[in-house]
Each structure stands twice: as C-alpha cells, then as structure tokens.
C-alpha cells in the first residue's frame, strides 16, 4: 500500500436538510452512529477474530457537492495467505446486502439469517440501518467504496422502511423472552448497559441506549422485568436487544412447595438494597419472606406459612384474637389447616 492512497468508505447525504454542503448536527450524528453500529455488528459476527479497533470509522475528509463525508479504519488489516482487506470486504458485504435489498427482499432475508445467525445481531443491524433512513424523505443516504471519490455509491432503499420494521417485529416476536431480578450494577458509559440478579440468581449483562439512562437509574437496586433477546454469540449471559423494562412488584403463586392453594395468593415483592435482601410478603395471610436469594427468600416465605399452619392447628378460635381469626379465616379461603395436619405430627391443642 505505501505510495498509494488508501481506499476510503464515503457518505453521501443529500435531500431537503442538506443546504449550502450543511447538514443539522443532530440528524448527521445520529446517521454516522448508526452506520458504526452497523459496521459493530459485522465485526462482531463475520469478522469476529478481529479486534474492534480495525473497524472503528475515522473521518478523514468531506467532499464538495452533497455532504460527503469519507471514513477509514485507523489501520488496514490484511488476511494471511490472502491479499483482500478485511475492511474491503465488510464494506463489500454491505454493499451486497443492500442491494439484495433493493432487488430481491426474500434474497436478503436469507443473506442476513446466513451472515448474521444470531437473532440479536439480526435485530441490531435491522435497527441500525433503518436509523440511516429518512422517514419523511427528508434526505437520501448513499455509501460508496474508493480514494478521491466513492465509485458507484449505494443509495440506501428508505422505500424498505417498512419492510425492515416488519423484520425486526418478527424477528423479536421471536425470539423475545421476559427475565425478572434486581439491577445490581449500571454501566453508564458506551457502551452503556445493566447487570441483573435474575429469580433464578443468574448474573446477565443487559444493553440499553443512551436516551434510557434516567428510567434505568431510577431502576437500581430495584425488581424489575426486562423484555428482550437474548445473544448466542456471548461468553457470557447478555440480552443485547433490550425492548422494555418496567418495574417488578408482585407475583402470583399457586403452589409453595408442598402448599397447593385453591385460589391464587398475590405476593409483593421488593428488593431491600441496603441489606442486599429480596422481600416477599403478603398482608392479608400476615406472611412475609427474606432472603440473599429469591430462591431463600421463598423458602423463608413458606416457613412463615407453616408457622400459621402450625400455630392454628394448636389453638381453638376461642383462643384466637379477632385479628388471629380474620387471618385464619382469610387463610382458609387458599388452604384447610386441618389438611395438613399429618404433615406437622401430633399437635397438643390448647382448650
């Protein structure tokens, strides 16, 4: 390569925002972000053994006309044993996937199940492109392959818009999976994400974009429920489409253990942060539950449960205060007592 100038991989807008070569510095931002989270999803899926920095997008010029705008790597890496760059090829292969695109829609559903694999990664391309398309037609997106001046560029399809939210709807209806536990741990900088102790007190890295940052501080050391999917590639456990977090704050069971109700008994849960302990509780039944763990805090859930079994059985409503008694009769509308008898031996029964 040295005498040459290197290849570059050019942007071209243009459109009803582009005025005298300006362009709005939001909307331009939010262009360049998503065509980096594009290039990010075929690192890390097709040229995986490669470290990121060989694909991070540098501006290195901009060009008359339109807004042009010419990004390269910070170094050109080359296969061994072959002499195509790597980076040549990741923009070959997006060349290709948008112009199966604009061509054969079937055909480009095919390339990126076969490219990507990971519905995850599927969905995050998806939603990276679609960010690069004017909604309202207010500009046009080009991409383009050379030195001086791109040749042959791209115009990326915004007539597919709805095509690709089609997409990623399906592919999220899915794969999608619901997962609840308490944030234990926020990453605030790119790239940004939250750690959550799951029921089953599993550890699993959640990502989330920036504009998220205040409702998912709001959320620490909170219960919560998160909606997304789930990556296969991770070393580790990692939802990196994250579609929905809202707060967790009751469940319904219909069995503790051994204890099968009639009906089902509403539980409220909390996550005490300062003693790092889940709470489980239930006014009517006067139960309540702590624990390290969600599995422990059940378990002290269904002591407190056969406590009140345990201290009915010994005692005659007589003996009972009014409140003993509204609970046992609350309690009798989930479970009889007296069918657990046997379970706790012979009980002296106080007159």
Known sequence: MAGHETKKFWLIIDGKIVTDHKIEAYTFGKILTNLQKVVDVFQQTKYGEHPKTDFKLYLTNTGKGSVAVAFQPLDFTTELFRESLVFDEMVFDLQDLINALIENTDEFREKIERDFEDPSQIIRFLESFRGMLSRKNKF????GYDTKKPRNPVVLPSHREAYIEGLISEYYRK??????????????????SFTIKTLDNETIKCDYPADWEKDVRAFFKSSVTVNGVMSKRARLKEMEVVKDIQSFNSITLD????????????????YDDKDNHWCLANEELSLEGYGSTYEQALSSLKESLESLIVGYLAF???????????????????????????????LKIEA
Do not use: C, H, M, W
Request: hydrophobic share 30%.
């Open 140 to 143: 046009s997106v080009k991409v």
């Open 175 to 192: 794969s999608a999976i619901e997962i609840k536990g308490v944030i234990t741990r926020i990453k605030g900088d790119e790239p940004r």
């Open 255 to 270: 069995t503790l253990d051994e204890f099968t109700f009639r009906q089902p008994v509403n539980i409220r849960v909390s």
């Open 316 to 346: 005659k409503d007589a003996k009972l205060s009014e409140k003993s008694r509204k609970i046992k009769q609350n309690l009798q509308t989930y479970l009889e007592p007296n069918d657990y008898r046997t379970k706790f031996g012979e």
